[in-house]
């Protein structure tokens, strides 16, 4: 089955970058996904990436995707302390919708 | 400004007693989702819908949880009898359904459950 795993807690200082880490098991996924969720809300959409890219730039992020080791990274360049949040990666299996997310990571920005 | 809405908020009940989750989502998006959140077990899928059928609640004690889609505009998540190790907070997500899509979800910002 599908099964996506990341690391727990990344310490970073404010202008750092932040790399956030991601593997994942389905060979057959489409589309992978970066959710960010602040405290007390829901998940937003951050970026996504398609599985027949390496990478994705969008102003401070970059994705890195290594499909022959289904590892998945996240880059927040100039880190600041509003991106302290917990990080989803997440997987869309074949099919319909359904996306399978990892544990989370949570990013801590401190000054 | 379409958003998926999930009440209540936040819902403090004793251990027994039944609960019902209602969800919103966005005019026009076909697929809907259950998740779980908490700290032990991450995000977990319990349900979800397309075109208000459910296609998946394999992650969902059958024994207790029940999910539901009455209509298009309104996602039901039912927990009778609660226990404690149901406090969590259950978020619903909902999306457009379309294959060439990007997939993306869209999520309410959660029910908060304690049960005591």
Not at chain 2, 95 to 113: D, I, M, P, W, Y
Request: with cysteine; hydrophobic share 35%.
């Amino acid at each position: 089955g599908e099964d996506v795993e990341q690391s727990l807690f990344l310490s970073v200082r404010e202008g750092d970058s932040s790399v956030i880490n991601c593997t994942y098991t389905d060979s057959s996924s489409t589309y992978l996904y970066w959710y960010k969720q602040e405290p007390g809300a829901g998940l937003q959409l951050l970026t996504y990436i398609f599985s027949n890219m390496d990478m994705k730039q969008d102003q401070r992020l970059t994705v890195l995707l290594n499909k022959k080791d289904k590892h998945l990274s996240l880059r927040i360049a100039d880190t600041q302390t509003g991106d302290s949040a917990i990080y989803f990666c997440a997987e869309r299996s074949s099919g319909f919708q359904k996306l399978v997310f990892g544990t989370g990571t949570r990013l801590l920005v401190s000054p | 400004d379409a958003r998926v809405t999930q009440t209540p908020r936040h819902k403090v009940t004793e251990m027994g007693q039944e609960v019902t989750m209602r969800c919103q989502p966005i005019l026009g998006h076909n697929t809907v989702f259950w998740y779980r959140q908490t700290m032990m077990q991450g995000l977990e899928l319990l349900a979800y819908f397309r075109n208000r059928a459910p296609l998946d609640d394999s992650g969902m004690p059958k024994d207790r949880f029940s999910a539901e889609m009455p209509d298009a505009t309104l996602a039901t998540l039912k927990i009778q009898p609660s226990e404690p190790r149901d406090s969590a907070v259950y978020f619903c997500a909902s999306g457009s359904g379309q294959v060439a899509n990007t997939g993306e979800l869209f999520f309410g910002e959660g029910s908060r459950l304690t049960v005591l």
